[in-house]
């Protein structure tokens, strides 16, 4: 049987004399500890560690050794010699060739500066590295890096404003995906995956970083066709901040570029609708709606407001479809309403109010609007065909006996 003590500072008497009277004490001590179990074997690097222990014990101050003890049982810690929950009882297989390396517990004023400098040596970072590995949301699935290290932390984009980064995209094999320079995006939006999304707003103008990511924040079970992921991909993602400006005052923004930011933000509610991520796409197309929906301060001609209205409906239409998705009822009928506020005969507007009403119960209105989406599109089938199928229900509760009602 072995004792071991895994972390055991190594011996630094400069005084002979004194470790020659200290050893007699660590003797007597060991003798004492051979007398309660005489299997007790001790390595070289346990007698030092004792010498040492008793060494301070004689060199120290009766007062101070007892402030000493009285502090390490307030703190619940016990030296080797006063507890013997310090060792480890280990059998001989057990035990590896060589010993653990021993480390200094404290006091260190016999440290040499030839081993400073090889501690300093060992712990000093490798070159070029500033940190190491973030773990953004504690969960170990997505983590930042920093590379080179930027202008600060108030130099740090905040949520809302527009970003632009150099993107090296990667598999976990180091596969190259894609390689896009100066990608322009607005922080917080939703308008790039999750990863960068939550990842560049902890990055410093000028910094460069390293984010590994789970699929979950970035192109998930699905994957992705451009740029081509395989589905449940982990990406490795080399990313430079190059700036962050403030986003453009949309009170003062030309009534096309308006247009087109809105259109922008739709179809990136529509990729997220396309992928299922539903509430995402509902953060999107509210965005957007945002945009159709704020006030100017320039001149806009006719078509220019037909135009925005045409983006507004449309983002009202696919924003009801999210919701339904997302079992949110009472919100896709309100979407709905508003859509067909500015667009009466709006048939995608008609069709969903009406699959809204059926979903909630209400199965005479349901079919009453689905009605005037069939009035006006005859042709399209999907409305007839839901109305069948509601008739059906209503009948199989009102009329158990064969035969119909309308």
């Not at 000093?124 to 600060?152: F, I, R, T, Y």
Request: with cysteine; charged share 30%; glycine share 6%.
């Amino acid at each position: 049987m072995l004792v071991r003590y895994c972390h055991v500072p190594q011996l630094t008497s400069e005084n002979r004399k004194t470790r020659e009277s200290s050893r007699i004490t660590c003797q007597k001590r060991i003798d004492s500890l051979v007398t309660v179990n005489p299997n007790i074997q001790f390595e070289p690097s346990h007698w030092q560690f004792i010498v040492r222990m008793t060494e301070k014990e004689e060199t120290m101050d009766a007062s101070d050794s007892h402030d000493s003890v009285s502090l390490a049982k307030k703190n619940g810690r016990t030296s080797l010699l006063d507890s013997g929950e310090d060792f480890e009882v280990l059998n001989e297989e057990d035990i590896d060739d060589d010993p653990p390396p021993l480390e200094d517990a404290g006091g260190g004023k016999g440290k040499s500066a030839e081993s400073n400098n090889t501690n300093a040596d060992t712990d000093a970072d490798p070159p070029g590295q500033v940190e190491e590995w973030l773990d953004v949301l504690g969960n170990d699935q997505l983590k930042k890096k920093v590379l080179e290290a930027g202008k600060g932390r108030d130099s740090r984009p905040q949520k809302g404003q527009n970003v632009k980064i150099n993107l090296k995209t990667y598999l976990k094999d180091r596969t190259l995906v894609e390689e896009q320079p100066e990608v322009s995006f607005t922080l917080g939006d939703g308008d790039v995956i999750q990863a960068l999304d939550l990842t560049v707003q902890l990055m410093e103008l000028g910094e460069k970083a390293l984010i590994q990511t789970d699929a979950k924040y970035a192109y998930g079970a699905r994957g992705s066709c451009k740029p081509e992921v395989p589905p449940d991909a982990e990406l490795s993602l080399e990313v430079e901040l190059l700036e962050a400006t403030d986003a453009a005052d949309l009170e003062l923004l030309p009534p096309a570029e308006k247009i087109a930011l809105a259109s922008h933000k739709r179809e990136r509610g529509n990729v997220h609708y396309q992928r299922g991520d539903y509430a995402f796409a509902v953060n999107s197309y509210s965005i957007a709606l945002q945009i159709t929906e704020s006030s100017s301060k320039v001149d806009i001609s006719p078509e220019e407001e037909n135009e925005l209205m045409d983006v507004k409906v449309k983002c009202l239409n696919n924003m009801a479809a999210s919701q339904l998705k997302l079992d949110h009822f009472d919100a896709a009928l309100k979407s709905c309403v508003s859509a067909l506020a500015h667009q009466p005969e709006n048939i995608k507007a008609l069709f969903r109010m009406g699959k809204v009403l059926a979903l909630q119960g209400e199965y005479t209105e349901a079919i009453q609007t689905l009605r005037k989406a069939l009035k006006l599109e005859p042709s399209n089938k999907v409305p007839l065909t839901f109305i069948f199928v509601l008739k059906k229900k209503i009948c199989s509760v009102l009329c158990p006996v064969d035969g119909a009602i309308w």
